[in-house]
């Protein structure tokens, strides 16, 4: 049975939104202890999956595992929390966990960090959790005598999966690593690129080319499919922008990456930073750079993230300072592929505030995760507190909004293998299957009756829509084995 949480919450409720009902929801999580979230996930198009680390303060990299616990809770999209998980171990190992990979027929994979109690040896670690956050499996990847110091993760198109990161704790000690498993997690080949560690990198799939990028501050490495490197590609230095880590992909060859701005002061002021982005195409050229901040103050990078470019929610942390230690704001910015500003709200003031998280919502708007913290007992003590606001503007995944849903659709086997059969009645009728990134991965035009192959797919849960004209006829979920 899982651990009920219970904690401070503040929740309400505004009006309408540009035609929208629009609903704004407000949540706090707070305890004694130091509270941060790590990572936000939507699944099934139903609940979300929120990963925190709560403990105390650490002082070294090798303390947060000791110090801190995973705290996974399951909430619905109004932040209505139904369930929750402590986790701190497994076996020998200190584990953190990260985020989520795929659905297979395990149950929620996802991915983190294990550290051996003894020897202090970093490995990968594979979790899987069932709807109601039962830890259903684990499994934990390496060698005893090198260090896997994952950084980022991605499910390739493929249905593979591939990790990357470091074997050295430290900066400008030691080499990268990608290493890449089957959908059966077998592994396939674990690379070492000999370039001195700067970092943690980040991947990136272009399947426009069927090449990998291995990114990692101003430098991007490029491996074709079967992870042979190929070429370094070099962020350009006289555009004023320091590459972040985050790299998001918006079709098959292109790609927005996060940046800072830093512009040349004025003799006597401060220098100006602000967000930014760069639009990259397959050969890691800039193609357009947009900036976004508030004059007078400094603007530092979180995160973007979209459903589709006409909406993008770009957040990150203003006039954050240490030292000394002052009030703090996050800010969002909704923006667009042009870079065009069309919407801007801050949270804030009287305490420091700092960026967490942000999820686009599969029916429009984010989900947004902050730390704040009373910094007065700084630097003995750091207690942060967490807060979620969501705001919800309607389902951009398809242009039509007349739902009527019908008892006449069958869609069987239901779970299903290779194929997919679809009885109706009516004609003129659309069929969309998304994946669990509500990516459109089949779609198709039928009358009465269809059969769709799905032998290629992965196995796990899809999304499907049928429709006719401008309504929508079902929504449901199907899934293979």
């Known amino acids: 049975m899982n651990n009920?949480?219970?904690?401070?919450?503040?929740?309400?409720v505004l009006g309408f939104f540009s035609g929208f009902s629009q609903?704004?929801?407000q949540k706090?999580?707070?305890t004694s202890q130091d509270e941060s979230m790590e990572s936000l996930t939507y699944l099934y198009h139903d609940f979300l999956f929120l990963v925190s680390y709560r403990g105390y303060q650490a002082s070294t990299y090798q303390e947060q595992f000791t110090n801190y616990s995973n705290v996974l809770y399951k909430s619905d999209f109004d932040l209505n929390f139904s369930d929750s998980l402590f986790l701190d171990e497994i076996d020998n190992y200190d584990v953190l966990v990260k985020s989520f990979l795929k659905v297979d027929n395990t149950g929620l994979l996802y991915w983190g960090k294990a550290m051996e109690k003894d020897t202090q040896d970093e490995q990968l670690c594979l979790l899987w959790f069932d709807e109601d956050l039962n830890l259903v499996n684990s499994s934990i990847l390496g060698s005893p005598d090198t260090l896997e110091i994952i950084s980022d993760a991605i499910l390739c198109t493929n249905g593979n999966l591939l990790f990357v990161g470091a074997t050295s704790f430290e900066a400008l000690q030691g080499n990268y690593i990608l290493w890449e498993f089957n959908e059966n997690l077998n592994q396939i080949k674990k690379v070492i690129l000999e370039e001195t560690v700067e970092g943690s990198p980040t991947i990136l799939e272009i399947p426009g080319t069927e090449k990998y990028h291995f990114i990692i501050g101003f430098n991007t490495f490029q491996f074709d499919s079967n992870l042979n490197y190929e070429a370094t590609y070099v962020f350009p230095s006289d555009i004023s922008i320091h590459p972040q880590q985050q790299n998001k992909r918006f079709n098959d060859l292109d790609y927005i990456k996060t940046g800072l701005y830093l512009s040349a002061p004025i003799p006597g002021s401060p220098w100006e930073m602000d967000m930014a982005f760069s639009v990259m195409n397959e050969n890691a050229n800039v193609m357009e750079t947009y900036t976004f901040g508030i004059p007078d103050s400094t603007d530092t990078p979180g995160k973007l993230d979209f459903i589709t470019t006409?909406?993008?929610?770009?957040?990150?942390?203003?006039n954050l300072s240490l030292n000394p230690v002052e009030d703090s704001w996050v800010s969002l910015f909704t923006t667009n592929l042009q870079g065009e500003i069309l919407d801007h709200q801050f949270w804030g003031g009287g305490e420091q505030y700092n960026f967490s998280d942000l999820l686009a919502m599969p029916q429009g708007g984010f989900l947004l995760a902050i730390t704040k913290w009373d910094y007065e007992a700084y630097p003995t003590i750091i207690t942060r507190d967490i807060l979620l606001i969501t705001e919800n503007y309607g389902n951009p995944v398809t242009e039509t909004s007349d739902i009527e849903i019908s008892n006449d659709i069958l869609?069987?086997?239901?779970?299903?293998?290779?194929?997919?059969?679809?009885?109706a009645n009516g004609d003129n009728l659309h069929l969309k299957l998304f994946d669990i990134n509500y990516r459109v991965v089949l779609e198709t035009d039928f009358d009465i009756k269809t059969t769709l192959e799905t032998s290629k797919l992965s196995p796990g849960i899809y999304l499907y829509e049928i429709s006719q004209g401008n309504k929508i006829l079902e929504r449901g979920k199907w899934v293979k084995y």
């Open 28 to 30: 706090w999580i707070s």
């Open 310 to 318: 006409d909406t993008i929610y770009y957040a990150g942390t203003r």
């Open 411 to 423: 869609l069987y086997p239901n779970p299903g293998s290779d194929r997919m059969h679809i009885t």
């Open 4 to 12: 009920k949480l219970f904690f401070l919450i503040a929740f309400f």
């Open 23 to 25: 609903t704004s929801t």
